[in-house]
């Protein structure tokens, strides 16, 4: 959790690596109050506009929530809550993420679904919040970094190949 602009408004960070395993016994149970938490704490924290960053990178598919507790989440959720959320956004979406808020956005106001906004790296986030204020654990630092070191290897091996090169200069 950090703060942002001249109001200090709150930047709620969510690092699903660190959500509970789906295979525990007391899964739906630990959830459940997890969100009871999380609500709790935002109605404290949140009394003006705020965003919430979630942190995809690094997540086995068993600890992803759900699409029914997502579901419930946003229904529980004030309306206060909701319309002062300037921003949702989404760091390393999986197409897992990607297709379930393509799957649901039928169901959800166009409203919240303009406020959904998909981030690649770590530095993209860098340009649109001051991350200073944000802890970042150490898990998606490296994934992030994983990530780029891939993505350069991949840029540089297509520049490299000179089908792909005679490619690029035509």
Not at 22 to 50: G, K, P
Not at 69 to 95: E, G, T
Request: proline share 5%.
């Amino acid at each position: 959790t950090g703060y942002y602009g001249d109001g200090l408004n709150a930047i709620i960070v969510f690092t699903a690596c660190f959500l509970p395993d789906s295979s525990r016994t007391d899964y739906n149970y630990v959830m459940e109050n997890l969100f009871l938490y999380v609500i709790s704490t935002l109605e404290l924290m949140v009394a003006e506009d705020y965003m919430i960053v979630y942190l995809n990178g690094a997540t086995p598919r068993r600890r992803m929530p759900g699409l029914g507790w997502m579901k419930k989440c946003y229904q529980m959720i004030d309306r206060r809550l909701r319309k002062n959320l300037k921003s949702f956004i989404i760091v390393h979406p999986s197409w897992f993420i990607r297709t379930i808020l393509a799957v649901t956005r039928p169901f959800i106001s166009s409203k919240f679904s303009s406020k959904i906004q998909y981030v690649n790296t770590l530095a993209e986030l860098r340009e649109m919040i001051p991350v200073e204020y944000v802890h970042i654990p150490d898990s998606i630092v490296k994934y992030d970094e994983d990530k780029c070191i891939k993505r350069r290897m991949r840029t540089s091996c297509l520049s490299n190949d000179p089908e792909m090169a005679s490619m690029e200069q035509e």
